[in-house]
């Protein structure tokens, strides 16, 4: 009997660790969708954009999938170490979260492109470090982070051309 607790206790913190992994990836991505609502089909579409530019429909299942990765990742790395170790790796995962969120309110919410833009520089560096730093513990959740990483460049040039060209 004791062995069944003992075996639960583990399962039972690796389940809560991911519940709580995903609610804050997706947390963050619902509170950055009610910042960009009210401005894509309104403010965001008088912008001059640049051609390569993505669809508006793209973004939706991008950032889907790039939190659920994020939420794996975090997760991945919190089973994987702890001690001073996990609190360095998740408080960087906490700063590029609420960067990322940041981002969203700058750009869209208070639709202010050229402070989004300095401020998305260093989301990108945080994003860096984050995927560098998981890496180091858990190899699949550093590769978790490439795409993330790859898409926050990406709107970091297009942050940039949105910018200029406005």
Do not use: C, H
Not at 75 to 82: E, G, H, K, L, Y
């Amino acid at each position: 009997m004791s062995t069944d607790v003992q075996k639960s206790g583990p399962l039972r913190g690796a389940v809560i660790a991911a519940l709580v992994s995903l609610a804050a990836a997706f947390g963050v991505a619902a509170l950055g969708g009610l910042a960009t609502a009210s401005s894509v089909e309104t403010w965001y579409t008088t912008l001059q954009k640049p051609a390569f530019n993505p669809p508006n429909g793209v973004f939706a299942p991008v950032w889907t999938t790039l939190y659920a990765l994020m939420a794996i990742a975090a997760w991945r790395v919190w089973q994987a170490s702890s001690g001073a170790v996990r609190r360095r790796a998740i408080g960087l995962y906490a700063v590029q979260l609420a960067l990322n969120l940041g981002w969203s309110l700058l750009f869209f919410g208070l639709r202010q492109p050229g402070l989004a833009l300095a401020e998305i520089a260093v989301l990108l560096v945080a994003v860096v470090l984050t995927g560098l730093t998981f890496w180091r513990i858990d190899r699949p959740a550093g590769l978790m982070f490439a795409p993330y990483t790859a898409w926050v460049a990406f709107a970091s040039l297009l942050n940039f051309e949105i910018w200029r060209l406005n």
